[in-house]
């Protein structure tokens, strides 16, 4: 009994210095030095300023000439990461959505005249998982691009380039192009076009 | 559903039979004590740190010695985290300032961890310091990972000693698990992970003005070593509170692929260590075809479950489908196979939020977890959960034929037979009881987020969780108030819950365990009979389909009326709530 209690106390002070302090370290030493992009969290900068992180979402609705990210359930906060958590069933969810669809519509509409309700992809009116998905689909760019190039007063061939080359997003190509980094469109439209 | 998502199912599959013997014969090379690759490079500190716990000349143990070295380890486990957690507030390496967590969240986290469960009434970057989750919460990924191997290969042992009581020493299997297992994989691991993206970084919080003139804070630290961690032992608790989810720790689609591999690899190359303990590696394969099995048939019905909108979204007039709680870069085919992954083992991490799931959709993980755990299952307890449910079907194949059943030529007699049950029906009743307590109480219902028969899931669902540490949630329920406040001020654990979940963990890992340890103990040097004509093999396909049939009935007799009242409900109601 005293014996076993002298090896488990023994053990939990070696293990968590070695597992604990040792090895998280050592990894991120080892991530500072061969990734440090990435450890820092994929950090992007515009004119020299730290405008954001490539794969964390950010609230454009303010302005019309950005295409807009997903519906956030936590206000896009990627220090306080949270979903709706509302079920299937719910009657809130069906509110929120309805509401989103008819801001989604009002938005977009004026830009792309044949937009109807059943042609708004699913992902454009709910909210994402992490609160921060820094990706929409091609359908979601396709419609934002008309009132992105009208804004901006640029051809929307030129904006439809440019989705297509920020697509693929995320997925690495492995399994096919499924989404759109708003962010680094945004900042390539900028960068492309002075605004 | 599309023709990528299915290919992806496959292309896990066949990966993951791959590895499975390799991994399962390096892992039994382990365990023999046999030299391996790594051996030159970390012989000398493994020796160094068994003499350390084990003494110079470590003695092989009993069933209840083993077990008794255990519950010591364990406890002294829990008390560390315990304490780690209560004075957050005075240690290093906590720039965002955090206080410690509440007492009764304290109880619940510890548990969680120490019981190998990754169950989170919390929310990572808004509560723990890095020095919390690296010292407290990543080690515990380690130690009760470690564990569970440990007792997972100690029981393989008891089943298939010709002679001999003894199962092996606990400390000497704890740091060959620790230094031969998770350790080499967990640096892989996480090395690949800061490569896709995942953060790695002792900082803390960055300030920073968005593009469009808002105001960010992007939560740092570091996540990906932790994350390796949790992935391969089992313990499946997120850095961040949205677990995978968050693109800092599953950045990318072929990310998303590697965790769910992690998830999944011990668990699987475990039945091929087993089949090699026990000198027959078709009975290895038996339990693996089985486990496979059982987790096509989940993604089956859970991925064009998912495929379709949900009666929300139907009523709101939008169709195409149910994306709530998914990201993009995820999809309905990543997020759904990820969710099928972590409840089929008992791992509990997932990139999506399950309580958004359609009332199918999210009836599967539920009934995943269900099973006891053992499709996959956690490391170490889903091989020995799934020993257990085999000895059932063997005494039920018994009871049939009207022969005294055997398995590997061992009689199983009374001793067996009381202790299985033990093992395998006390789980579920424990999450049955609790439940009904927890929906009964006004307590127990403070904890519920959602209207309706979705508030009866979560319960039924935290419960279910907790109890067979999986680690998952319906994340609407609550068993933490946390303001919109720096550094936790005012917040504040949600009693009850946290009280009855952290307990209902504890048993739930502990019980099962001892009893498969106390069965291990039994079979161990226990004459074994030549195989006549009238014995019923166990490493054929018919045998493979009686243990099937075994879990499917022990699982669906005890499970289906609740599962009815929760999400199967909603399944068939357009109503709302």
């Known amino acids: ?195 | 559903m599309t023709a990528s998502g299915w290919l992806q199912v496959g292309l896990l599959l066949v990966v993951l039979t791959a590895i499975t013997p390799l991994l399962g014969g390096y892992i039994h090379r382990v365990f023999s004590g046999e030299r391996v690759l790594l051996t030159r490079l970390l012989g000398p500190v493994e020796r160094r740190l068994s003499a350390l716990l084990a003494g110079p000349e470590p003695a092989a143990q009993e069933w209840k010695g083993y077990a008794g070295s255990v519950l010591m380890f364990s406890a002294v486990c829990w008390l560390a985290l315990f304490l780690i957690l209560r004075t957050q507030s005075i240690q290093p390496l906590n720039p965002q300032g955090f206080r410690s967590a509440p007492w009764d969240l304290s109880f619940n986290t510890a548990s969680s961890f120490v019981s190998n469960t990754g169950w989170q009434f919390y929310g990572g970057e808004r509560t723990l310091s890095n020095f919390a989750q690296m010292a407290g919460i990543a080690v515990q990924g380690f130690l009760s990972g470690a564990v569970g191997i440990a007792a997972g290969v100690a029981i393989a042992r008891g089943f298939a000693n010709r002679a001999g009581k003894e199962l092996g020493n606990f400390w000497v299997d704890l740091v060959r698990a620790l230094l031969y297992v998770l350790l080499p994989l967990s640096i892989v691991g996480s090395a690949f992970l800061v490569s896709q993206g995942a953060i790695q970084t002792l900082a803390g919080d960055v300030h920073l003005s968005t593009l469009a003139g808002g105001s960010q804070t992007l939560a740092l630290g570091p996540a990906a070593s932790q994350k390796a961690v949790m992935l391969l032992g089992s313990n499946g608790g997120g850095f961040f509170a949205v677990n995978s989810a968050m693109p800092f720790e599953d950045p990318t689609g072929l990310a998303n692929f590697l965790e769910m591999l992690m998830m999944l690899a011990i668990p699987a190359a475990l039945t091929a260590t087993y089949g090699r303990i026990v000198g027959n590696r078709r009975q290895g394969w038996v339990l693996y075809a089985v486990m496979l099995v059982m987790f096509l048939g989940a993604a089956a019905v859970a991925y064009p479950a998912e495929s379709r909108p949900s009666p929300a979204m139907r009523a709101a007039g939008v169709h195409g489908v149910n994306m709530e709680g998914k990201d993009q870069r995820l999809q309905v085919s990543d997020s759904t196979l990820m969710a099928v992954a972590g409840t089929t083992t008992g791992n509990g991490s997932t990139d999506t939020a399950l309580d958004s799931f359609t009332g199918l959709g999210g009836s599967v993980p539920m009934a995943n977890i269900m099973t006891g755990e053992v499709i996959f299952g956690a490391v170490g307890s889903g091989l020995y959960g799934m020993l257990l449910m085999v000895l059932l079907a063997v005494f039920v194949a018994g009871l049939m034929v009207g022969r005294t059943p055997e398995y590997l030529g061992k009689r199983i007699e009374a001793r067996e037979i009381k202790l299985v049950t033990i093992g395998a029906i006390a789980v579920p009743l424990i999450v049955l009881f609790m439940t009904a307590w927890a929906i009964s109480a006004r307590y127990g219902m403070r904890s519920i987020f959602n209207a309706g028969p979705q508030g009866f899931s979560e319960t039924l669902y935290a419960y279910t969780s907790q109890v067979n540490n999986n680690g998952s949630a319906f994340g609407g329920y609550v068993g933490f108030l946390q303001p919109h406040a720096p550094g936790n001020t005012g917040a504040s654990g949600v009693t009850f819950a946290d009280l009855a979940g952290g307990a209902a963990m504890l048993v739930g890992r502990f019980l099962p365990m001892l009893a498969a340890l106390a069965v291990a103990g039994s079979l161990s040097g226990k004459r074994t009979i030549a195989a006549g004509e009238g014995t019923m093999r166990t490493d054929t396909g018919v045998f493979a389909v009686l243990l099937l049939a075994t879990i499917a009935i022990v699982a669906l007799l005890t499970f289906v009326p609740s599962l009815m009242l929760g999400p199967l409900v909603q399944a068939l109601t357009p109503r709302l709530f």
């Open chain 1, 1 to 195: 009994m005293l014996r076993q209690l002298r090896s488990s106390l023994l053990a939990v002070i070696v293990l968590t210095a070695l597992l604990g302090l040792v090895y998280p370290l050592a990894i991120t030493g080892l991530a500072q030095v061969l990734w440090p992009h990435q450890a820092n969290g994929s950090r992007v900068e515009q004119h020299g300023r730290l405008v954001g992180s490539t794969l964390i979402g950010q609230d454009f609705r303010s302005e019309p000439r950005y295409f807009h990210s997903r519906p956030s359930a936590s206000a896009e906060d990627p220090a306080a990461t949270a979903a709706s958590n509302l079920g299937p069933n719910s009657a809130s969810l069906s509110l929120q959505i309805r509401s989103r669809l008819k801001a989604f519509l009002g938005r977009e509409g004026p830009y792309d005249p044949g937009l109807t309700a059943a042609m708004v992809p699913a992902d454009a009116v709910t909210s994402s998982g992490s609160g921060v998905d820094p990706d929409i689909s091609m359908a979601n760019a396709a419609i934002q691009a008309h009132r992105v190039a009208a804004v901006r007063g640029l051809p929307l061939a030129a904006v439809m380039r440019l989705v297509a080359a920020h697509t693929g997003g995320l997925s690495g190509g492995l399994f096919g192009p499924v989404s759109v980094n708003v962010l680094a469109l945004n900042l390539a439209l900028n960068a492309a076009y002075t605004p």
